[in-house]
T-cell receptor, first 109, second 114 residues
């Protein structure tokens, strides 16, 4: 069965520290993976897409097919990064997207 | 401004009273979807639509109906709401199923069924 697991409900780091939000997926084919972010009182918005290997707001995410992971990383966390982060798996060629339960990142001053 | 608009933002209703949450997008997106967000469970897909008159069930469709008569609109209908449908609902749209098309989300509808 397709599944997205974000093992940490809450992640708290100090400003300037590295941060890694974990995402593991279960899917037998080639996955299409995304990270979405929800800042306080704002709507969910797309942060990153896999394959494009882009860096948005200092965040990057690498797809590791061997470990079936798509962890989100940032070398130096900022207070404005505090938000809820969701990893999502879209089934290729179709329209079904599965979200993880989310990780709340709290960056302390 | 390109956006997904949901109404209402907040709704309190009583068990069994039919309600509709509207969703409209102005981006000519083919694909639209409804999710509910519950603490500890993340977002779960209720229904999705690939185009006009084409809809399919997501992971938690029980108790919900949808329709897609026009490309821009995708209302969520609760024929007989129950307290377990108290949740935060999001509508989302996407240009298509290709990997580079992420979702654009609405601002959410917080529904309370008493």
């Amino acid at each position: 069965a397709q599944r997205v697991t974000q093992p940490e409900k809450l992640l708290s780091v100090f400003k300037g520290a590295p941060v890694e939000l974990k995402c593991n997926y279960s899917y037998s084919g080639s996955p299409e993976l995304f990270w979405y972010v929800q800042y306080s009182r704002q709507r969910l918005q797309l942060l990153l897409r896999h394959i494009s290997r882009e860096s948005i707001k200092g965040f990057t995410a690498d797809l590791n097919k061997g470990e079936t992971s798509f962890h989100l990383k940032k070398p130096f966390a900022q207070e404005e990064d505090s938000a809820m982060y969701y990893c999502a798996l879209r089934i290729p060629g179709g329209f079904k997207t599965i979200f993880g339960a989310g990780t709340r990142l709290f960056v302390k001053a | 401004e390109a956006q997904v608009t949901q109404n209402p933002r907040y709704l309190i209703t009583v068990t069994g009273k039919k309600l509709t949450v509207t969703c409209s997008q102005n981006m000519n997106h083919e694909y639209m979807s409804w999710y509910r967000q519950d603490p500890g469970l993340g977002l779960r897909q209720i229904y999705y639509s690939m185009n006009v008159e084409v809809t399919d069930k997501g992971d938690v469709p029980e108790g919900y109906k949808v329709s897609r008569k026009e490309k821009r609109n995708f209302p969520l209908i609760l024929e007989s709401p129950s307290p377990n449908q108290t949740s935060l609902y999001f509508c989302a749209s996407s240009l298509g199923p290709r990997w580079f098309y992420g979702y654009t989300f609405g601002s959410g509808t917080r529904l309370t069924v008493v």
